[in-house]
């Protein structure tokens, strides 16, 4: 181990705001939230979209829905 500290090693990576954990134990939590950290950026990404086929493609959309307030005006029943 050397010591000089890396480049990137200016920002914060924990801070203990109660209790005096060892080094052990520091290391520890930190391996554990990054872990889960890592679990969950890879479960809240998106997958790529699949193509689309040739119907979907084609298929022409759905109308607009109907104005239910526009009412009977016209209907001479």
């Given at each position: ?66 104005n239910r307030a526009a009412g009977w ?5």
């Amino acid at each position: 181990m050397s010591d000089t500290a890396p480049a990137d090693a200016s920002e914060a990576v924990a801070r203990v705001v109660r209790g005096t954990p060892t080094p052990e134990e520091l290391a520890a939590a930190i391996v554990v939230v990054s872990e889960a950290y890592a679990r969950e950026t890879a479960d809240a990404t998106a997958e790529e979209g699949s193509a689309r086929s040739r119907w979907e493609l084609s298929a022409r959309g759905l109308r607009t829905p109907l104005n239910r307030a526009a009412g009977w005006h016209a209907f001479t029943g």
